[in-house]
T-cell receptor, first 115, second 116 residues
Framework: ETGVTQSPTHLIKTRGQQVTLRCSSQ?????VSWYQQALGQGPQFIFQ???????GRGNFPPRFSGLQFPNYSSELNVNALELDDSALYLC??????????????FGQGTRLTVV | AQKVTQAQTEISVVEKEDVTLDCVYE???????LFWYKQPPSGELVFLIR??????QNEISGRYSWNFQKSTSSFNFTITASQVVDSAVYFC?????????????FGTGTRLQVTL
């Protein structure tokens, strides 16, 4: 068990709605990254937060946004949901923002289904 | 651009067989890190190993071993004497340091099915 917890585990939303996913980082970790994993694919980087600021973003539209709180927990918000947003959303925490070799610890993910 | 290729989509073996999962990567960076993660049905990605680009020594950890060859841009993973509990999807990943953020570029994964 990694100590990274995500909630909820499963979620069903209607197209056009908004959703908030939550992540609690491993104790002491100040960096959190979010990944989207479509069925049968590898995880795709959405963005990374370090000390409450976004410091890197993948190829995702602005309707994907996030927050990191002083306790280093994090939220992923998705507005105007589309059917293609259906995926497993993974949160990963790590100790430092930009050390490439730092091991990232992943949560179990939130399975989002958009209907 | 960073790219990781796992050409094997699915592998099925009988318990106690050895199995090798292939990973080929592309990067223009001289310093980079490679990872293997295991994803059981529960969904959580479990870290297995991290190697940096300056360390080409092969590594063995119990039934797991890794073969890193910079000349062929490959980082292959072998499970010796496979067990049913090894059944999972395995991902190879490459770390990309953009200067402000560190992200992982994953391959599409190899599903390993170990049967009795």
């Amino acid at each position: 068990e990694t100590g990274v917890t995500q909630s909820p585990t499963h979620l069903i939303k209607t197209r056009g709605q908004q959703v908030t996913l939550r992540c609690s980082s491993q104790s002491g970790h100040n960096t959190v990254s979010w990944y989207q994993q479509a069925l049968g694919q590898g995880p795709q980087f959405i963005f990374q937060y370090y000390r409450e600021e976004e410091n890197g973003r993948g190829n995702f539209p602005p309707r994907f946004s996030g927050l990191q709180f002083p306790n280093y927990s994090s939220e992923l918000n998705v507005n105007a949901l589309e059917l293609d947003d259906s995926a497993l959303y993974l949160c990963a925490s790590s100790l430092e923002q930009a050390i490439g070799g730092t091991e990232a610890f992943f949560g179990q993910g939130t399975r989002l289904t958009v209907v | 651009a960073q790219k990781v290729t796992q050409a094997q989509t699915e592998i099925s073996v009988v318990e106690k067989e050895d199995v090798t999962l292939d990973c080929v990567y592309e990067t223009r960076d001289t310093t980079y890190y490679l990872f293997w993660y295991k994803q059981p049905p529960s969904g959580e990605l479990v870290f297995l190993i991290r190697r940096n680009s300056f360390d080409e020594q092969n590594e063995i950890s119990g039934r797991y071993s890794w073969n890193f060859q910079k000349s062929t841009s490959s980082f292959n993973f072998t499970i010796t004497a496979s067990q049913v509990v090894d059944s999972a999807v395995y991902f190879c990943a490459l770390s990309d340091y953009t200067g402000t953020a560190s992200k992982l570029t994953f391959g599409t994964g190899t599903r390993l099915q170990v049967t009795l």
